[in-house]
């Protein structure tokens, strides 16, 4: 057999490049005006420069090797690209999580696991030539992370955050941990190693990302992972919500009298004799506010009287710091995290009965069409006649004897605010207020704490009462504050955005239901007509925007005032004891300056706080607070502080709700539970039951046999197969399938469907569903 012959090595031939084509090629991407891929560098300079590939692949090796267009790998970058912070957005899967634009919501960017970025991490996000891509590092966003612990080794541990939207791991040295934690029913907190501080590089296998743990250490013990009290400890840890006061605040609480004293009394209205009465839930412990109402010729004179904490906690000291960290008090079922120490928020601030309290009370004068004539705030001292409950105020107005005693003779105050309450409401139905009809959830305790159950919070007209009440306060207190050109905190509630009503729309299609323009009388229309169905009252309320915090007034879409404030809780939100401070600045004649007065870094690097558009890479020096741009931007910040505050809460809260609600299921796992399809994302629909507000998911698996074609412009789940249909408002039964604990989720399985639907043109669409599977 003959050898074959060996072929002569192909000489490599190095193209030389003229200055003239260097110079024409960086000119050529450069006039793109965004960063540009070195693939498409490629096209572009063989359709510009009409150079042959070879060419332009020496022109790139060049370029790349002298440094033009930066070091980014594969990537010419423009030098005035626009550029713009992103942000990492956590999902239940590595490959699903995502980059977030801050300055545009619809710029967002997978990130398919490529590197261990974490959620809240910053990056740099730079315009392409065709759309954006991801640039530099800039920051991570969070160090430490509270984590369950899934695997324990001799030398290490491993462990995952209790987020459900953190899917990675960290490794632990077990030398670390300390004896007294328990590794099987533990949560601890860790801090991830200082070589974990940027995001390097993950394998892939064929599976999608293979992540290896990243580097951690030990900080504390947080609490039981099965205990309701732990969740508690670490719903707070993992959402930052500080727990302990200072000592500091402490021993200034400690140090205030145990009851008012006569040099507080100075320059105080004497209002001890008005039979003020405070109207809260049973189990309310702080009382912020008191009423009274008498009869005038033309209407009503309300009087509401506020605890007037700002006469306590005085700014830059040790109280309001702690304050000021919180931002609002955090109500768990079982337990309360307050705002101030309880020497101030269940004692001297709180205005318990048969007790003289200090107030600023605002004083209002109320047409018989609910309108609001004439108002006027000044401090005051008062003595609370009663303490009601809603329960009791709400028996008393229906007429029952237990009511009528509990309230004894504060029954025609009573009534006479009852009274006003029937014109402010004609008031707010004529202005088309929102008026959602929400379900919130109670925990039913036994009597060995247990949980028995759950239920809707009762909402009568005794809470419409008080509410309207604050209302009226509300608005004065902003009116006040525009009319003397001061700054403050506004409560604003902008118009729901085109996407959201777009959805609403594909929600209520199937209704024959509109909401028309979009505007509040639209809104509230619809609203009426759907009373009788909840599920579609939550579609509504998940249209709107967030309510937040800020110095800019731009009124109150869902309340329908043009200018809105928190005047009626000092004692559990710091922005109303801002109010309270602009307010007596105002009386005094005295202008007050607020301050950030602890390390807000943290918070500021939040994802919250960034939603809500802070952006602290791009901080510049502050100015000075004696400036009117110093004021300004001071008030800027305590908005964001206070707004990313009060969502922060509202996550903690909601987490340990969920827990409870998974804990108590627990040993229910195969009942059978009716219902009502409230919602549906491609993956499968949610269900509410009827017997408990509590909410579950039915994965698409889980529907039936076939396969469920997801329309989302129509909202509906449809088999060809089985022909059937599911959407939403649709009567059910389904079966309790499983509870995550850990991961806080309901997962049921769909029994039967009362809301059969027929499908149209079923035959042809089944067929074509086989003809595409083959």
């Avoid at 007429?399 to 105050?413: K, Q, S």
């Avoid at 400036?627 to 964001?640: C, N, P, Y």
């Avoid at 396969?707 to 060809?720: A, G, K, L, P």
Wanted: proline share 4%; aromatic share 8%; with cysteine.
């Amino acid at each position: 057999m003959a050898k074959k012959k060996k072929k002569a090595p192909v000489e490599e031939t190095i193209l030389e490049l003229t200055p003239r084509q260097i110079e024409d090629a960086k000119a050529a991407i450069l006039e793109v005006g965004a960063d540009v891929s070195y693939a498409k560098a490629k096209s572009l300079l063989i359709k510009k420069l009409g150079v042959a590939r070879s060419v332009a692949n020496a022109i790139i090796v060049a370029l790349h090797q002298s440094g033009f267009g930066g070091e980014s790998k594969n990537w010419f970058e423009h030098p005035d690209a626009q550029c713009v912070n992103g942000v990492v957005r956590g999902a239940r899967q590595l490959e699903r999580m995502s980059v977030m634009s801050q300055d545009d919501p619809s710029v967002e960017l997978e990130l398919n696991g490529e590197a261990s970025y974490l959620p809240g991490d910053v990056v740099e996000l730079r315009r392409a030539e065709h759309g954006w891509r991801i640039g530099r590092f800039i920051s991570r966003g969070q160090k430490r992370w509270v984590c369950r612990i899934t695997y324990s080794g001799s030398r290490s541990i491993s462990v995952t955050p209790v987020s459900a939207f953190a899917p990675f791991e960290l490794s632990v040295p077990r030398e670390e941990i300390p004896a007294e934690v328990d590794l099987k029913r533990d949560a601890i907190e860790v801090e991830l190693d200082e070589t974990e501080l940027s995001p390097r590089k993950m394998p892939f296998n064929w599976e999608g990302p293979d992540w290896n743990a990243l580097e951690a250490h030990f900080v504390r013990r947080v609490g039981r992972t099965d205990d309701p009290l732990g969740e508690m400890a670490i719903a707070s840890a993992e959402h930052g919500v500080p727990i302990e006061f200072s000592a500091e605040a402490l021993d200034e609480a400690l140090a205030l009298p145990d009851k008012v004293d006569r040099r507080s009394l100075a320059h105080r209205v004497n209002l001890t004799d008005l039979p003020f009465v405070t109207i809260d839930g049973e189990d309310a412990r702080d009382f912020d506010d008191a009423v009274y109402c008498e009869k005038t010729d033309s209407g009503w004179r309300l009087l509401v009287a506020i605890a007037d904490v700002s006469h306590y906690v005085r700014p830059g000291s040790a109280l309001d710091r702690d304050a000021q960290m919180r931002g609002t008090s955090v109500y768990f079922p079982a337990s309360v995290v307050p705002m101030l120490p309880e020497k101030l928020s269940n004692g001297l601030c709180s205005l318990n009965p048969h007790v003289d309290r200090l107030v600023m009370v605002c004083d209002a004068l109320v047409s018989s069409e609910g309108e609001t004539t004439a108002y006027q705030f000044y401090p005051a001292v008062i003595h609370s006649h009663a303490r009601l409950t809603y329960t009791q105020v709400w028996s008393a107005l229906s007429g029952e004897a237990a009511g009528l005693e509990a309230v004894g003779e504060r029954i025609e105050e009573v009534r006479r605010l009852h009274a006003l309450y029937g014109a402010l409401r004609r008031a707010r139905k004529a202005r088309s207020a929102l008026d959602f009809e929400t379900q919130e959830s109670q925990v039913i305790f036994d009597e060995k704490g247990g949980i028995a159950g759950f239920r809707v919070r009762e909402h009568n007209d005794a809470h419409r009462l008080i509410e309207e009440c604050m209302l009226v306060a509300n608005v004065c207190a902003a009116e006040f504050v525009l009319a003397n050109k001061q700054l403050t905190l506004f409560r604003v509630h902008e118009k729901p955005s085109a996407d959201r009503l777009a959805t609403l729309k594909s929600v209520l299609a199937p209704f024959k239901l509109s909401a028309g323009d979009g505007s509040a009388k639209s809104l509230q229309a619809l609203i009426e007509a759907t009373k009788a169905m909840p599920f579609l009252q939550t579609a509504i309320l998940r249209t709107m925007s967030k309510a937040c915090y800020q110095p800019e007034n731009v009124g109150h879409f869902g309340l329908q005032y043009q200018a809105y404030a928190h005047f009626t809780s000092p004692i559990r939100r710091y922005p109303d004891l801002l109010l309270h401070r602009t307010i007596r600045g105002i009386l005094t004649k005295r202008r007050y300056v607020p301050s950030v007065v602890f390390d807000d870094a943290a918070v500021m690097s939040g994802y919250h706080a960034r939603s809500l558009g802070a952006k602290p890479e791009r901080e510049e020096k502050p100015a000075s607070n004696r400036t009117a741009a110093g004021r300004a931007q001071a008030w800027a910040r305590l908005g964001i502080l206070t707004s990313a505050a009060e969502r922060r809460a509202d996550d903690a809260s909601r987490d340990v709700m969920q827990f409870l609600k998974c804990d108590y299921l627990r040993s229910r796992v195969g009942r059978k539970f009716k219902g009502t399809v409230t919602g549906m994302c491609a993956a499968g629909v949610f269900v509410s039951l009827d017997e408990m507000p509590i909410e579950g998911f039915v994965h698409i698996s889980n529907l039936g046999w076939g396969y469920y074609d997801y329309d989302e412009s129509q909202m509906t789940m449809t088999s060809y197969d089985e022909m059937t249909q599911v959407r939403i408002g649709d009567r059910v039964v389904v079966r309790l399938d499983a509870v995550e604990l850990e991961t806080r989720r309901i997962n049921f399985q769909l029994v039967t469907n009362s809301s059969r639907h027929v499908v149209k043109g079923g035959r042809a669409k089944r067929q074509r569903y086989r003809d595409d599977w083959f």
